[in-house]
């Protein structure tokens, strides 16, 4: 699991289970209180990338009929984009 704690006291936390191909992103406010929970299995590729400023995950995922990304930014500023498409 990876755990990041925001500038205004948010916590992200990023966790995935290989034999399962799952991954869980949690996104908690400064007061504790539950802003995001996304859960999706069928992960097939985790991409971690650090440099200029820049950090993200990016999870590749794949089933039956659909396939996409799941790109999670955490600095320097909070950012997500979810594309999942039919094959």
Do not use: C, H, K
Request: no cysteine; proline share 3%.
């Amino acid at each position: 699991m990876a755990t990041y704690q925001g500038p205004v006291g948010d916590a992200f936390s990023l966790s995935y289970d290989v034999p399962g191909r799952s991954v869980r992103l949690r996104w908690i406010g400064a007061n504790g209180q539950e802003i995001l929970d996304i859960f999706r299995e069928g992960a097939t590729n985790l991409t971690v990338s650090s440099g200029a400023g820049e950090t993200q995950f990016i999870v590749t995922f794949q089933t039956g009929e659909f396939t996409g990304d799941l790109m999670i930014r955490i600095a320097p500023d909070f950012q997500i984009r979810d594309r999942l498409l039919f094959q």
